[in-house]
């Protein structure tokens, strides 16, 4: 199935909403849709119901329950810093290896498109040692529309971006 991987060139761009507007479209057309918000920060359990994976679940017509914001974000931390800052002040790390399984066994297993919505920016500091995705430079439709221009929310197709790594 079709998997694209939301993002932006920073946090309050409308990630989310784009993304929910994206399933409730879905949905309205009868299609299959699901969503995953793999990784936040700035989360505050005690305002669930205004979290970016409760705007989600509610879009997926799914109820906002601590058992289903587990299933599309098991990686939530409460400081509103990039992901590694965040993770390293509650003494947790963000395994890279295990996000990446995550995120290939939800696309394996989709029925339909999968919006994978990330966190902060584009550029966003994960782990210390990587970057979460960016485009493949070499994405002729990137560099023709300017789309990660300040401000912009990105829409990326599965295969048309890579991870940062070390180098």
């Known amino acids: ?21 994206l399933i409730r479209y879905l ?28 705007v989600l679940l509610d879009a997926l017509g799914r109820p906002v329950t601590a058992d289903e914001v587990i299933q599309i974000a098991p990686w939530r931390f409460r400081a509103p810093l990039s992901p590694d800052l965040a993770a390293a002040r509650e003494g947790r790390r963000i395994d890279f290896d295990e996000l990446v399984k995550f995120s290939r066994m939800a696309i ?12 902060g920016g584009i550029m966003v500091p994960l782990d210390g040692q990587r970057q979460g995705p960016r485009p493949d430079p070499h994405d002729g439709h ?13 829409l990326l197709r599965r295969n048309t971006f890579r991870c940062c790594g070390p180098a």
Not at 142 to 154: I, K, N, S, T
Request: hydrophobic letters at 35%; a neutral charge; proline letters at 5%.
């Open 142 to 154: 990137r560099r023709r529309c300017g789309c990660a221009r300040e401000g912009a929310a990105v």
């Open 27 to 54: 949905r309205e057309s009868n299609q299959p849709v699901t969503a995953l918000k793999p990784v936040v920060s700035g989360y505050d359990s005690s305002v669930v119901d205004t979290s970016d994976p409760a």
């Open 108 to 119: 394996d297993g989709a029925k339909g498109p999968l919006f994978i919505e990330g966190v």
């Open 1 to 21: 199935m079709a998997a694209y991987f939301v993002t932006s060139t920073g946090t309050d761009i409308g990630k989310t909403f784009v993304t929910a507007a």
